[in-house]
């Protein structure tokens, strides 16, 4: 029995398959795939756009458990596909037919790459090498290339590539990164990198550079000159620094006066801010520089430059003087000159002083404020002792720039020896005594002494004349009875700088004459000794002095009665009484005048009778006589008379004119006396007679007196101002000499009483008589006219003399002076007052006017004194400003009208100049908040200043008070600013108030009140062994401190000044020893503001201006040398340190893993031209180690930083070989010039070691011919390469042949590469030329020829149509000989027989042509050839004819192509 089941059925699922990629050939595979189904039996329908397709295969089902899988597949035109039309394919199936699948070609998802491009650091940003890495991401399809460009030109360095898949949205996309490391130099110089993308046939493109990473805003410069004060001292070099602030790698450029200085000047340096460019220039040629320049350059930056002018500006002459300076000598600094400079233009000077031109002073440097206008300057210098000399005089120099110099006034010599004059001073007879002492010199000092006693003066004075030399008064009031006394007083000059004196001394005695007095002594007569009891004699004493009158009765000091003595303003009187009885026992009596003014003075009479000897006969005029108006009484005194008869006669002219006088003596012993009288006649009264009496004695002898003088003589007058006091009257003395003579006094007409008169006679007999008139003062002052009149009745004569204050006084006009109200005075009061001073001797009559007008206002009565007359006149403030002027008349009958008037209007003046700023001089008093308001170019002695704070008023008025002088002033006003105004946003000003009304507001301050701040820099150390450190700070009033582990540290040196705004800057500088600095110890910089209560700190070390990029060194181990590799002792390798600075790093080397410390020698850091220093260490390794292949490193490291830089080497166990080659040089390097460099590339070696040189004909050539590179490696390369250069000269070149050798330890032998005559091809060689003919063409061959110009034509018969032909390119051949080929194609060439075709060469000075003819029968080639200079030389050698063969091989070659393709054809 048969039991049949039937399984379940299953539907299949349909999948459509198509063929990936697009194909090939011209049909596309499409396949149905059915799975999942039962039973087995199903059928595949294919349609294309709905019709049926009947191409299809259908494979069997295969089973897998109880499914079955099955696909149909179907070949469809390309073209069909490519246009996408539909196809579809059925499955029919008995348990269901599932839905048609469709085919249709997809459209290609595409979607584009973001790109992204950044730069990467794997150290510090800046310092360490960067990578850029170009993302490109989200892309479909995944076919993409990245190309690499700098600036715009391929990349040759090999990218670093990842590509990433992701699945994204069910949608598959791509990403791809591609990284290089540029090259750093090219990097920081600004080259642009480009990533560049294809895909899709589209580009993406990115661009990066340095540029964009840093913002490109120009660098701010900032120029450092030398001063004006280092450019004169220094004796050889002096440098200008720039700064440029700027993160990017500049060049730093100099120029001076437009021109480059020469590269071993400049030096450039980086710190981490700033790019530091020195200039380097002698002094000698700073002075000539005009403008400096420094330039900064970058790609990345528009060009940056800082221009200074160093020529000298033009500036108008300064005003210089000398002078001695008189403060510094009341300081007791005598020997002090001070230079006074104005009208300065410039900064840059220095001031020396000169002693007889030679200079006595350093240079004194001066800094200016950088302020526009004139400055004002005064230095001062102490005169060295040694110049200290009477013919010395001095100059002062102003050395302003490096050219002009200015030279002051020369000083008289002032060092002179003391002088002295002593001078007695009218002064009162109640009143002291006064006496005044000058003194001039050098440095005279005035004492006073009185028997050896110093005396104190009353007043005394010091001036200095305009050359130097120094005045000194005194003045000595002594009381009236101590100097009538005569005691001496002396005034001592001295000068203790020159250790000299002098003196002077005065008492009453050199002042009044010291000639002894004259006595008279009247005895009593005889007759009168006999007949009295008591008798009288009488001393008169002629003298001005005091004196002590004495008598002395033979000899001894008289006991008897003498009565006090008397005087008169001429004589002394003295009366002696004695008995009559004592006088007769006198034998001489003596009358003594004493006095410490002058020698003892006596008069000594004989009393007892003398021996009878010649009598003294004298004859004299008589004043008694003439007193009684007997006026020609002649008398005859006849002394030493002895007791005898005689009489008297006179005479005129020897002739006795009167009768005689007989005398009756009695007898008595010694001498008499006598005195006769006679009136002269008239008839004897006449000029030229002379008298003389005789005595004659007894009947024998006679004695003739002397003779009188000419007594009738005409009167004389002459008429005296007596000084008087002011409060008294004026007292007139008018003397009168001649026979008789008698004083009137009148004025205006009318006769006026004398106060006093007097009458004397001299020995002559002429009479002198005096008068005195005293007037009242007010009379005397109208200037009235007092008349003495001396007249001569017996003689009928009178003369005149008149006097008055006009002529006693000078008749000058008189000066006057007007004192107006200070404009303080007007500004601050309502009634003001001027006054008038008129320097005058007469009581004139003072007149105030206003504008012209009599004043009304009220004037005060005129007051005087000595000099002066003095009025006053008040005026309101309001009326007096209205005024335009005031005038203050004198009048008086002795001079003109005299007025003075001065102008009280406001004048019109120019705006003057008005700065404020802060006061630096006060600051450094410790006056911090002081400010100065500098006015100059002021025109008018009107004004006050005032001080604002933000426009408001804050200090007083500060009135000025100008002296009047030409031209424009300046002043300077201070003022310290209250507390209440320090801040920070308070702004001051100054104002002019000139006048009463205009002002004049100056700038304002900046902001002065501002909190400290600080800026510590490293300063490169000019002193072995000693680091510098820098502080500045900035602020209100900043001080300094440095500390260091809290220590504060005293400064090397320090400096203050302040900014036009009024901040103040200081500076401090602190020398460190290099030791203690290398140890990294801290340095803090502390400015703080005590006025303000504020403070800011900074600190420094080395490792804080260590920059980290300067801690970063490569390290570079190099093998040992080549000659080493066979030593069996010890081999040399060695660690080279590449970086900024190298100072600081120390090196530590390891063999095999362990540190090795004997045996390495480490020299001191080189620096290089290009700002790096590089140190080179040694160390000596055992060759057994070597060979062993352990491993040598070298590590560097900072002293700063904790990370190492290390190097490494071992012996190399893969050895490649190098690859030589020496670059064949282009004609044009050939031509270019004399000299040639070739050049031998050595590449494909490992290790680095190689040792290159080159041979010329098998010698050796000394190194100095030839330069050889380091050896490189290209990135991602494991080998390395090599260039050598090597210079040859054409003219000393004889077809030389030069060998570049290698030798390297991969082989034993060397490796070479040679070259052969290398200037072949550009050294003249002749062409020659062939001519070969094929069927189609014929050919021209030329060879053998250079240089490698060459022309040629073909001609037909010398016609000048050129033919259709080609000619190749020359070529160059072994021996650098060239040849070239010309075809000739005869199609369309009307070549008949009997024509001649002309290949024509040209080169250089050689033409050939090769003629070939057309014959009937062509089994041969005729040639031709026809040099127009030379024979064709026909001898070709060997090489020529290979060129020849091969040619003419490749002519039949081709034509039996063209004959086969021919024939192919046309079948």
């Known amino acids: ?149 700098q600036d715009n030109q391929p990349f040759n360095i090999q990218p670093i590539q990842r590509k990433l898949q992701v699945l994204e949205r069910q949608e598959k996309i791509f990403g791809l990164t591609s990284e290089i490391e540029p090259n750093m130099t090219e990097w920081e110089a600004g080259s642009a990198f480009i990533c560049k993308a294809t895909h899709n046939n589209n580009d993406f493109t990115k661009m990066i550079s340095i540029c964009q990473i840093y913002t490109c805003t120009p660098p701010s410069i900032h120029i450092e000159i030398p001063s004006f004060m280092t450019v004169m001292m220094a004796t050889s070099n002096v440098m200008a620094t720039c700064s440029v602030h700027t993160v990017f790698n500049a060049k730093v450029t100099w120029q001076m006066d437009g021109r480059l200085p020469p590269s071993n000047k400049v030096r450039q340096i980086r710190n981490e801010t700033h790019l530091i460019g020195t200039l380097t220039v ?32 033009a500036a108008t002459a300064p005003s210089v003087e000398i002078r001695r300076s008189l403060p510094e000598l009341l300081k007791g600094n005598s020997a002090v000159l001070e230079c006074d400079v104005t009208q300065l233009s410039s900064s840059d000077l220095y001031i020396t002083f000169q002693a007889d031109s030679d200079n006595i002073s350093k240079e004194l440097y001066v800094d200016l404020p950088e302020t526009p206008g004139l400055h004002s300057i005064t230095r001062r210098v102490t005169i060295p002792s040694n110049y200290w000399t009477n013919d010395t005089s001095f100059t002062c120099t102003v050395n302003q720039g490096f050219t002009r110099k200015f030279t002051s006034n020369s000083t008289g010599s002032f060092f002179v020896d003391p002088s002295v004059e002593l001078l007695l001073v009218p002064s009162d007879v ?246 006769r009288r006679f009136t002269v006649p008239q008839t004897h009264w006449k000029k030229d007679t002379r008298f003389t009496c005789t005595v004659n004695q007894g009947f024998s002898t006679n004695f003739v007196s002397n ?118 005075t007007v500004m601050s009061t309502s009634q003001v007052q001027a006054t008038c001073l008129v320097l005058t001797a007469f009581d004139a009559k003072v007149t105030w006017l206003m504008d012209g007008r009599v004043s009304p206002s009220k004037t005060d009565r005129p007051d005087s004194n000595t000099t002066h007359i003095f009025s006053n006149v008040s005026v309101s403030s309001s009326q007096w400003k209205q005024l335009k002027h005031i005038t203050c008349r004198a009048e008086h009958a002795c001079f003109s009208l005299a007025e003075k008037t001065i102008s009280v209007a406001e004048p019109a003046a120019t705006a003057p100049s008005v700065e404020i700023r802060r006061s630096l001089p006060e600051l450094l008093k410790g006056n911090s908040a002081v400010l100065e308001c500098d006015v100059t170019q002021l025109s008018s002695s009107d004004l006050y200043v005032t001080f604002q704070a933000n426009s408001v008023d804050i200090s007083e008025k500060q009135y000025v008070d100008l002296h009047e002088a030409s031209g424009v002033h300046s002043i300077t006003k201070r003022f310290t600013v209250p507390q209440t105004h320090w801040k920070k946003d308070t702004r001051f000003t100054c104002t002019v108030n000139q006048g009463f009304s205009t002002n004049f507001v100056s700038n304002s301050t900046g902001n002065i009140f501002v909190d400290p ?10 002193v072995p062994g000693l680091q510098r450190l820098l502080c500045s700070g900035w602020g209100f009033n900043p001080q300094i401190k440095w500390f260091s582990e809290s220590t504060q540290r005293p400064s090397s040196s320090s400096d203050i000044s302040m900014d036009a705004d009024g901040r103040v800057a200081v500076t401090s500088e602190l020398k460190i020893p290099q030791k203690e600095w290398k140890t990294g110890k801290v340095f803090i910089c502390e400015v703080s503001d005590k006025s303000l209560n504020k403070q800011v700190r900074q600190n420094i070390s080395l490792c804080s201006v260590t920059p980290a990029s300067s801690q970063i060194v490569s390290v570079y181990v190099e093998g040992p040398p080549l000659h080493q ?115 031998c590339l050595v590449s494909g070696f490992f290790p680095s070691n190689v040792i290159v040189y080159w041979e010329e004909n098998g010698q050796t050539l000394p190194s100095t011919h030839y330069t050889n590179s380091p050896a490189w490696k290209y990135t991602g390369g494991s080998t390395y390469s090599m260039s050598s250069r090597l210079n040859t000269s054409k003219s000393e070149d004889t077809e030389s042949t030069y060998t570049c050798v290698v030798k390297h330890e991969s082989s034993p032998t060397p490796f070479e590469s040679t070259i052969e005559d290398v200037f072949a091809e550009v050294t003249y060689s002749k062409p020659s030329a062939t001519l070969l003919q094929g069927s189609r063409e014929i050919v021209c061959l030329v060879s053998g020829f250079s240089p490698a110009r060459i022309n040629i034509t073909w001609l037909l018969d010398d016609s ?105 054809k046309t079948k």
């Open 1 to 149: 029995m048969v039991t049949v089941s039937s399984a379940a059925s299953t539907q299949p699922t349909v999948f459509p398959l198509m063929q990936c990629g697009s194909g090939t050939g011209n049909t596309v595979t499409l396949g149905c795939f059915a799975t999942g189904f039962t039973p087995s039996s199903l059928t595949y329908a294919w349609t294309k756009n709905g019709a049926a397709l009947t191409n299809s295969i259908q494979y069997p089902p295969v089973q897998k458990g109880n499914l079955y899988t099955g696909i149909s597949q179907i070949q469809v035109p390309k073209q069909d596909w490519d246009q996408r039309q539909t196809f579809q394919c059925a499955v029919t199936h008995a348990a269901g037919n599932p839905p048609a699948v469709s085919f249709q070609k997809p459209v290609l998802r595409v979607v584009s790459p973001n790109i992204t491009l950044h730069p990467v650091w794997y150290g510090e940003l800046g310092t360490s090498p960067v990578r850029l890495i170009c993302t490109l991401s989200d892309f479909f399809p995944e076919t993409l290339s990245v190309n690499w460009q």
């Open 282 to 313: 002698s002094s000698r040629e700073w002075k000539q520089l005009r403008l400096i320049k420094c330039k900064a350059e970058h790609r990345c930056l528009s060009s940056a430059e800082k221009s200074i002018h160093l020529s000298e500006p």
């Open 430 to 675: 109640s009143g002291p005594q006064r006496l005044l002492c000058s003194g001039w010199g050098f440095n005279p000092q005035i004492k006073w002494f009185s028997e050896s006693t110093q005396r104190p003066s009353s007043s005394s004075d010091i001036s200095m004349d305009a050359d130097g030399r120094v005045a000194v008064t005194s003045e000595l009031k002594i009381p009236q009875k101590e100097w009538k006394t005569g005691k001496v007083f002396i005034c001592e000059v001295s000068d203790k700088s020159l250790n000299k004196q002098v003196r002077q001394n005065i008492s009453l005695c050199s002042a009044c004459s010291s000639i002894p007095p004259s006595i008279t002594v009247e005895i009593p007569s005889f007759k009168t000794v006999m007949s009295t009891s008591q008798v009288q004699a009488t001393c008169l004493v002629r003298t001005a002095f005091d004196a002590k009158v004495t008598w002395l009765m033979d000899g001894r000091v008289s006991p008897s009665k003498t009565d006090r003595p008397d005087s008169n303003t001429t004589h002394i009187f003295s009366n002696v009484s004695v008995s009559s009885s004592q006088w007769k026992q006198l034998k001489h009596i003596t009358c003594r005048a004493e006095h410490a003014c002058f020698s003892l003075a006596e008069k000594t009479i004989s009393v007892a009778e003398p021996a009878a000897t010649a009598p003294s006969v004298e004859i004299r005029r008589s004043l008694p006589e003439l007193l009684k108006g007997n006026s020609a009484v002649l008398e005859c005194d006849v002394t030493q008379l002895s007791s005898s008869d005689l009489y008297v006669t006179f005479q005129a002219n020897s002739v006795d004119i009167s009768e005689k006088q007989y005398v009756d003596l009695h007898e008595a012993s010694g001498v008499h006396s006598i005195t």
């Open 707 to 824: 003779s009188t003088g000419n007594i009738f003589v005409d009167p004389s007058v002459e008429l005296l101002l007596v000084p008087s006091d002011v409060s008294g009257l004026q007292r007139l003395l008018c003397s009168g000499w001649g026979f008789n003579p008698q004083i009137k006094w009148f004025s205006e007409s009318t006769q006026r009483p004398s106060s006093s008169s007097d009458i004397s006679m001299d020995a002559d007999g002429r009479v002198a008589v005096t008068s005195e008139l005293k007037i009242p003062q007010k009379e005397w002052k109208t200037g009235k006219v007092f008349i003495c009149e001396v007249s001569d009745k017996s003689l009928n004569k009178q003369v005149r003399q008149n006097i008055s204050v006009c002529s006693a006084c000078s008749s000058i006009p008189p000066s006057i002076t007007v004192e107006i109200p200070s404009f303080k």
């Open 1013 to 1022: 701040s600080v800026e510590l820099l490293l300063v490169p150390s000019d």
């Open 1125 to 1239: 590799l066979q030593n069996e002792g010890q081999v040399t390798v060695t660690c080279l340190l590449v970086g900024p600075s190298l100072n600081d790093f120390s090196i530590t080397w390891k063999v095999g893993g362990k540190e090795y410390s004997p045996g390495f020698h480490t020299g001191p850091p080189v620096s290089h031209s290009n700002g790096t220093e590089t140190l080179r260490s040694s160390l000596n390794v055992s060759a057994e180690d070597w060979h062993a292949y352990k491993q040598v490193s070298c590590e560097g490291k900072h002293q700063c930083s904790s990370q190492g830089f290390e190097g490494h080497i071992s012996k190399s166990r893969d050895l490649y070989p190098p690859t030589v080659k020496i670059m064949q040089p282009t004609a044009s390097e050939l031509s270019a010039s004399d000299v040639l460099t070739l050049t």
């Open 1360 to 1464: 000048q149509d050129q033919l259709d032909y080609n000619t190749s390119e020359p070529h160059r051949g072994p021996k650098g000989k060239f040849s070239v080929q010309s075809h000739l194609s005869l199609t369309g060439v009307n070549w008949l027989p009997g024509s001649v075709l002309i290949c024509r060469v040209t080169h250089a000075n050689t033409t050939l042509s090769l003629n070939i003819t057309k014959t009937d029968n062509l089994e041969h080639c005729d040639f031709f050839d026809d040099n127009t200079e030379a024979v064709v030389n026909q001898d070709m050698d060997v090489e020529s004819w290979y060129m020849a063969f091969t040619f003419l091989l490749f002519f039949l070659i081709a034509t039996i192509y063209g004959v086969i393709a021919t024939i192919i």
